[in-house]
């Protein structure tokens, strides 16, 4: 499923940037999906596999809950933990969280990936998916298309590096 998101959302910011980017995009993209294949699989567990921060509620009396589980499967919580860690980037970047915010969660990131036993490479492939995905998403919406689109070019450029 990851894989066939992960292309469709290339292939959909391809249409906002234009023809000349699909190839690129979709490149990237069957980088990205190599890298998720050659990490190593943790057990799977339920996942939310949309998991960030505003999925997440809490009540002081009864802590934290979870919203819009539409997308619950079984699944490697890798996904969930990089795509965490990949909305922290997001949030930071657009100035919705504090440098130290985002430090805080990507320290509590990897201790929860440490305390599971997950591995650090698989939340690292999986962050990097999540945040192209993300970036494919940001190209299609006005505020923050900009910076969208260069942290998709970014990301290109340094994937491409170390293909």
Sequence with gaps: DE?????????????????GS???LREAAERLIQGLERAVPNPERIAHRDLHDKQLLWDDDRGIGLID???????DPALDLGNLLAHAELAESQG???PDRAR????????A???????????????????FRIACVHVLRPPGR??????????????????
């Design 69 to 75: 589980l539409d997308t619950c499967a079984r699944a």
């Design 146 to 163: 900009e910076a969208a689109h260069r942290d998709l070019f970014r990301m290109m450029v340094e994937d491409s590096r170390n293909a």
């Design 22 to 24: 699909a190839q690129l």
């Design 3 to 19: 894989a066939r998101i992960l292309r469709e959302w290339a292939d959909h910011a391809a249409l906002r940037i234009g023809a």
């Design 113 to 131: 990936a440490d305390e599971l036993g997950v591995d650090a490479d698989s939340v690292e492939a999986w962050r990097r998916a999540a945040r």
């Design 96 to 98: 919705r969280w504090t």
């Design 104 to 111: 805080a969660a990507a320290a509590e990131i990897a201790s």
